[in-house]
């Protein structure tokens, strides 16, 4: 081995060890970390809140074409089976001014009623549930009206079911208004929600294994008839 040689081995060999131990603290800096996002709540904060509905005073009259009542209750643990009520009767006055002044009434025939088996429309019309022969309708009449939120309101009334009165509480939302693009007079659409005992109402019959409470869900679309609009004018 030259002397050359003999020199430059020992050098590498240091070299070598002082790289092996260079401290943790001078390894290569991590990549930064990414900006962070926005908090939810804040993220929340900065959308937009939802324009109010601009629903016209008036004297509406409901579509019967375009409402529908479903009901709906669990069936032995197994399904949660649904009916239907059409044939909507009802006049909503909507007071834009003062919205407590509002009121709705609504009438509906059972024999509008429709669980999509004959057979068993037949078990629901007799006196086991709403002994439609002897109590023919349904209806709902307001008591209280109350704005709940943008587009929200809370309804108060007393249902009427097989002769039994009790008040039960209507979630709304509002869906639309203005003027129909069709018919060409103002128009409101309505989503509500509510729920009851069919047990208040003498309908318990195979309580609970088919289930007392029943949820209800509600569309509807209603409109000012040409001749109202004209008197409002």
Same mark, same amino acid.
């Given at each position: 081995?030259?002397?050359? &040689?003999?020199?430059?081995?020992?050098? =590498?060999?240091?070299?070598? /060890?002082?790289?092996? &131990? *260079?401290?943790?603290?001078?390894? !290569?800096?991590?990549?930064?970390?990414?900006?962070?996002?926005?908090?939810? =709540?804040?993220?929340?904060?900065?959308?937009?809140?939802?324009?109010?509905?601009?629903?016209? !005073?008036?004297?509406?009259?409901?579509?019967?074409?375009?409402? $529908?009542?479903?009901?709906?209750?669990?069936?032995?643990?197994?399904?949660?089976?649904? !009916?239907?009520?059409?044939?909507? $009767?009802?006049?909503?006055?909507?007071?834009?001014?003062?919205?407590?002044?509002?009121?709705?009434?609504?009438?509906?025939?059972?024999?509008?009623?429709?669980?999509?088996?004959?057979?068993? $429309?037949?078990?629901?019309?007799?006196?086991?549930?709403?002994?439609?022969?002897?109590?023919?309708?349904?209806?709902?009449?307001?008591?209280?009206?109350?704005?709940?939120?943008?587009?929200?309101?809370? @309804?108060?009334? $007393?249902?009427? @079911? *097989?002769?039994?009165?009790? %008040?039960?509480?209507?979630? @709304?939302?509002?869906?639309?208004?203005?003027?129909?693009?069709?018919?060409?007079?103002?128009?409101?659409?309505?989503? =509500?929600?509510?729920?009851? +005992?069919?047990?208040?109402?003498?309908?318990?019959?195979?309580? %609970?294994?088919?289930?007392?409470? /029943?949820?209800?869900? /509600?569309?509807?679309?209603?409109?000012?008839? +040409?001749?109202?609009?004209?008197?409002?004018?």
């Amino acid at each position: 081995m030259s002397n050359l &040689s003999k020199l430059l081995l020992p050098l =590498a060999l240091a070299a070598a /060890i002082t790289a092996c &131990s *260079k401290p943790a603290d001078q390894a !290569a800096a991590p990549a930064a970390a990414p900006a962070e996002t926005a908090a939810p =709540a804040e993220a929340a904060a900065a959308a937009p809140e939802a324009a109010a509905i601009q629903v016209a !005073a008036g004297t509406y009259k409901l579509d019967p074409t375009h409402t $529908d009542v479903l009901v709906q209750w669990n069936h032995l643990g197994f399904s949660n089976p649904t !009916a239907h009520f059409g044939n909507a $009767d009802g006049t909503l006055v909507y007071d834009a001014a003062d919205v407590t002044k509002s009121t709705v009434e609504v009438t509906l025939p059972l024999s509008g009623l429709n669980s999509f088996t004959a057979k068993f $429309d037949e078990h629901l019309r007799s006196a086991d549930f709403f002994d439609a022969a002897k109590f023919p309708t349904a209806t709902f009449k307001s008591t209280k009206v109350e704005a709940a939120g943008t587009n929200k309101l809370t @309804v108060t009334g $007393d249902l009427t @079911v *097989k002769g039994v009165t009790k %008040p039960v509480v209507l979630d @709304v939302t509002v869906n639309g208004a203005g003027e129909h693009p069709m018919a060409k007079v103002p128009a409101v659409g309505f989503e =509500a929600s509510t729920s009851f +005992k069919r047990s208040e109402f003498g309908m318990g019959a195979y309580a %609970p294994n088919v289930s007392d409470d /029943i949820k209800v869900r /509600i569309t509807t679309e209603a409109f000012i008839p +040409k001749a109202e609009e004209a008197k409002a004018e």
